[in-house]
């Protein structure tokens, strides 16, 4: 069979449509799931993570999943404003509640714009501030969460906040 000119230019038409294709089928599989499910039931009571790479907690069941919870230097009353305003100065993110022993805040990716859960607990009898992050839908957040979470830990140490 002879080749007829021009069938390289549609041969690279083809593969520009699959990839295409692809990249739309990875885009929307990741935004599947359920984001009930990866949503705090209450606001002092957090929900396990759920079996997929996109979710931390210092309750988390799964080790995995697990970090580790903050644990207070000061006053739990004093730090707690501070606590507050450095959630608040994380890039992205918009405190969306906060009150004596809770902050919820939602924590926007750079790219697609998708939302995160960024919840923290304090429990002043011991000093010591739970935390989950989770993504509201996708599959993997490719270690974003723990990141976050890392992140503000860094950060209210350097603070003097949190041991």
Known sequence: ???VKGDGKEMKKMIKVSIGSLMLITILWGCSGNPTERQNSESSGFLDCPDTPNCVSSLAKNPKYRVEPFKLKKD?????????KTVGSLPRTKVVSAD???IHAE????IFRFVDDLTLHLTPSNSIIHIRSASRTGYSDLGVNRRRVEKLRKKLQQNDIIE
Do not use: E, Y
């Not at 739990?76 to 507050?84: A, H």
């Not at 924590?107 to 750079?110: E, L, Y």
């Open 1 to 3: 069979m002879a080749l």
């Open 76 to 84: 739990p009353k004093t730090s707690w404003d501070i606590v507050q």
């Open 100 to 102: 004596n022993s809770d």
């Open 107 to 110: 924590c926007r990716s750079m």
